[in-house]
């Protein structure tokens, strides 16, 4: 599976904000898809994830309530919607697939992720 992020920009301290990883192959529905982010001088750190068969999201804790992630399958694409936005949060955006037979407990690392697109820049001023 190939995945492209895009929908990253410069916004204002809450404001909010739609990624969209869009993916190609006809497998696509099978993964779990993961956003991850990585801001200067930092390690790369799970945002949230969906395991679509399963019906189940994960979130890191600091974005709980504030981000949410969805998946349309008819169009290939995942979806993070990003609310009430903080400077802290500035950081390059990247979405990652998942092989399916990994269980939750792997969702939150990014040493599985097989395939990933070219992340996006999000930038959020205060």
């Known amino acids: 599976v190939q995945l492209q992020a895009y929908g990253g920009g410069l916004v204002q301290a809450g404001d909010s904000l739609r990624l969209s990883c869009a993916a190609s192959g006809r497998t696509f529905s099978r993964y779990v898809i993961g956003w991850f982010r990585q801001a200067p001088g930092k390690e790369r750190e799970f945002v949230a994830a969906?395991?679509?068969?399963?019906?189940?999201?994960y979130y890191r804790d600091s974005v709980k309530g504030r981000f949410t992630i969805s998946r349309d399958n008819a169009k290939n694409t995942v979806y993070l919607q990003m609310d009430s936005l903080k400077a802290e949060v500035t950081a390059v955006y990247y979405c990652?697939?998942?092989?399916?037979?990994?269980?939750?407990?792997?969702?939150?690392?990014?040493?599985?992720?097989?395939?990933w697109g070219q992340g996006t820049l999000v930038t959020v001023s205060s």
């Open positions: 969906i395991n679509w068969s399963e019906g189940r999201l």
């Open positions: 990652a697939g998942l092989d399916p037979y990994y269980s939750g407990t792997y969702y939150y690392s990014p040493d599985r992720y097989a395939y």
